[in-house]
């Protein structure tokens, strides 16, 4: 069965500076891998997803995500930090089963962002 | 409907009651999904509907929860007996199933048991 790890609980970083949200995943193939945001108040969005093909993919919001498949890893960087990104950042992991395809979710980082 | 559906947005209830807790999922997607998350918590999962398949309970915390999808699309988790531990942010999320589509949440119902 497929799973994912998120090491870090939380993350503080300056206003400006670049991020890097880590992410790892057990699957035995290939995975189907996405980055959800949850702002406060809000529902979670998704931010990007990656299936096949280049390993870094792009998403909203100036965020992209590098697929690593001999780390069974899937971090989430943006070069700079704004205030509005602070949130709660969740990875996952989607993969076919039985009854079809199922999504699994990290238990999530939260961005602390300061002035 | 355009997005995925809660209701209530929020409900208060007294120890050891019963709630309901209703999802209506986005015209057309199979896949339903229940999440709870707790104050600084992350997503817990609870239990997935596909079609016709037997639901994946295996999130469920205890047989106090329930959950019921009826005519493959509106979903209803049941909560008997609340306690204090089960308040919460209960997230349903519904996708098509198909590989690699992404789910979609709803705004969440915030369950408060005092």
């Known amino acids: 069965a497929q799973s994912v790890t998120q090491p870090d609980i939380h993350i503080t970083v300056s206003e400006g500076a670049s991020l890097e949200l880590r992410c790892n995943y057990s699957?035995?193939?290939?995975?189907?891998l996405f980055w959800y945001v949850q702002s406060p108040g809000q529902g979670l969005q998704l931010l990007l997803k990656y299936f096949s093909g280049d390993t870094l993919v792009q998403g909203i919001k100036g965020f992209e995500a590098e697929f690593k498949r001999s780390q069974s890893s899937f971090n989430l960087r943006k070069p700079s930090v704004h205030w509005s990104d602070a949130a709660e950042y969740f990875c996952a992991v989607g993969a076919p089963g039985t009854g079809g395809f199922k999504t699994i979710f990290g238990a999530g980082t939260r961005l602390f962002v300061k002035a | 409907g355009a997005g995925v559906s809660q209701s209530p947005s929020n409900k208060v209830t007294e120890k050891g009651k019963d709630v309901e807790l209703r999802c209506d999922p986005i015209?057309?997607?199979?896949?339903l999904y229940w999440y709870r998350q707790s104050l600084g918590q992350g997503l817990e999962f609870l239990i997935y509907?596909?079609?016709?398949?037997?639901?994946?309970k295996s999130g469920l915390p205890s047989d106090r929860f329930s959950a019921e999808r009826t005519g493959g699309s509106v979903s209803t988790l049941t909560i008997q007996r609340t306690q204090q531990e089960d308040s919460a942010v209960y997230l349903c999320?519904?996708?098509?199933?198909?590989?690699?589509?992404?789910?979609?949440f709803g705004q969440g119902t915030r369950l408060t048991v005092v």
């Open positions: 509907f596909q079609g016709n398949s037997a639901p994946d």
């Open positions: 015209s057309g997607h199979t896949a």
């Open positions: 699957y035995g193939a290939t995975p189907y």
């Open positions: 999320a519904s996708s098509l199933a198909r590989t690699g589509t992404e789910a979609f």
